[in-house]
């Protein structure tokens, strides 16, 4: 939330900016910690802060460049991140290996660094745009507030009470239109947007942890550090492929106007593959499982924030972005601990897995479900809407039928010229008492 809040008053440039170098300093600082609490400030909130400033304004800019091609794009942006996990795996390793734990943070600090580079290529197209709208909105409220304020001290009369009350009102909707500006709490009131929220809330639970267990599981089966270092890898390099590849299918004529379907699909297919993983037992069999692994995650994670434009609209994505976190930021951060703890319960780690799996069939499940019967209200919606609009169709006209014809036959008829003239001595009578 505190990103979103940052882009919508600053833009994403200096945003992701300010990312990089807080995650240059949070891992940079780690490399001289000497207790694990120290560790958990460095590397766990100022460099957590920084990777967060990152992500949300990276696709946040995508929404406002693309429209027709936007799943093709933001599956090739996504595609950036399992480029860097395959070589980071093995890499990771190697730097420990030869550089110790704090060399490694001092280069990976200094790799994390780049983000600014990347940030200062970010080429803003509706902050000045903004800016003039956001002025002129201004004026035109400081131009009203000063006619009201006349009105009052020319009237003096009982009405004042009414436009002090008129006033309060006005306030409190600018304190609520600030309020939104940063957030829009609004879409808490958006069907689609709770049924987005609730699924991924519950997909959450287990979509990191296997990939925070794939390596020890492999070791705990008797593979080597490297090999089990390198499923990483092959997962990585899957998903990389997988990522654009999904934005290509999501962006077709077939797929795009339900996509909200094949992300329930993605999710369901990802929890499939986490209950057959136990079936693995050697190095072969979770080869395979990462092949399978890295096509199913790349697939939602190509499609997680194009179903949530597609819902809520590129103009309302930034504050949907905020808010979602604030609710998954929750289930992130208990699904590892659940599975460790599930780990050192039983002593084996195809439980982890099976309740991974079973909780994503579930998030895909109710996410297919709720889907279905949110595309049946929005039909319903929009044929009501229609017809309201073509029962208003014949009143407007007749109405306006009429309108032209007094314009035309009555108005300038010479029937009316006494009535003229007696209105012409009424307001010359009003205006003489008046100057009385």
């Known amino acids: 939330p505190i990103s979103s809040i940052l882009v919508n008053r600053y833009g994403s ?19 001289f910690c000497t207790s694990i609490i120290q560790l958990y ?10 990777l967060a400033l990152n992500l949300q304004p990276s696709v946040i800019i995508i929404g406002r460049y693309f429209l027709k091609r936007r799943p093709i794009a933001n599956g090739l942006a996504m595609a950036g991140s399992p480029v860097m996990l395959c070589t980071l795996a093995p890499l990771n390793q190697f730097l420990f290996d030869n550089y110790g734990w704090r060399g490694s943070f001092l280069i990976l600090g200094a790799i994390l660094l780049h983000c600014c580079v990347a940030g200062a290529l970010f080429r803003p197209i509706s902050a000045d745009k903004a800016s003039v709208k956001t ?75 296997p990939i925070v267990f794939l390596a020890p599981y492999a070791k705990h089966i008797g593979i080597d550090e490297y090999s089990a270092a390198f499923l990483l890898s092959i997962l990585a390099i899957v ?25 329930s699909f993605s999710i369901a297919f990802n929890g499939t593959c986490h209950l057959l993983c136990p079936l693995a ?40 972005v905020g808010l979602v976190t604030i609710a998954e930021c929750c289930t992130i951060l208990l699904g590892p601990p659940i599975g460790g703890t599930l780990i050192d319960t039983f002593g084996d780690y195809k439980y982890m897995f099976i309740k991974c799996g079973a909780v994503m069939v579930l998030a895909g499940t109710f996410l297919f ?32 039928d009429r309108n032209n014809w007094n314009k035309e036959h009555v108005q300038d008829g010479p029937e009316l010229e006494p009535l003229r003239e007696e209105q012409e001595g009424l307001k010359k009578e009003a205006n003489g008492t008046n100057e009385v």
Not at 13 to 31: D, E, H, K, N, Q
Not at 157 to 181: A, H, L, Q
Not at 195 to 205: A, E, R, S
Not at 380 to 399: F, G, I
Request: with cysteine; glycine share 8%.
């Open 13 to 31: 440039r200096p945003v992701v900016i300010l990312g990089g170098l807080l995650c240059g300093i949070g891992m940079v600082s780690a490399a």
């Open 369 to 400: 479900i709720m889907n279905y019967y949110n595309y049946r209200m929005l039909a319903k919606e929009e044929k009501k809407r229609k017809a309201k609009e073509e029962d208003t169709k014949p009143a407007r006209t007749e109405s306006e």
């Open 135 to 209: 002025q002129s909105i201004e004026e035109g409220k400081e131009v009203l507030k000063e006619e009201v304020t006349k009105d009052v001290v020319e009237m003096n009369s009982p009405t004042d009470i009414r436009m002090e009350t008129k006033t309060e009102e006005e306030e409190e909707r600018d304190c609520c239109e600030k309020v939104n500006k940063y957030l829009d709490f609004s879409l808490f009131k958006h069907r689609g947007f709770l049924i987005y929220l609730i699924g991924n809330v519950l997909m959450f639970l287990g979509f990191f942890a």
């Open 239 to 263: 998903d990389m492929v997988a990522r654009p590849i999904t934005g290509i299918i999501a962006n077709s004529k077939w797929v795009r106007p339900r996509i909200q379907y094949f992300f």
């Open 41 to 50: 400030i460095c590397v766990g909130f100022i460099t957590g802060l920084g």
């Open 281 to 320: 037992s050697g190095y072969t069999g979770l080869v395979i499982y990462s092949v399978f692994f890295g096509l199913a995650f790349g697939m939602v994670c190509a499609m997680l924030f194009e179903t949530l434009m597609d819902l809520v609209g590129a103009s309302r994505f930034t504050s949907a």
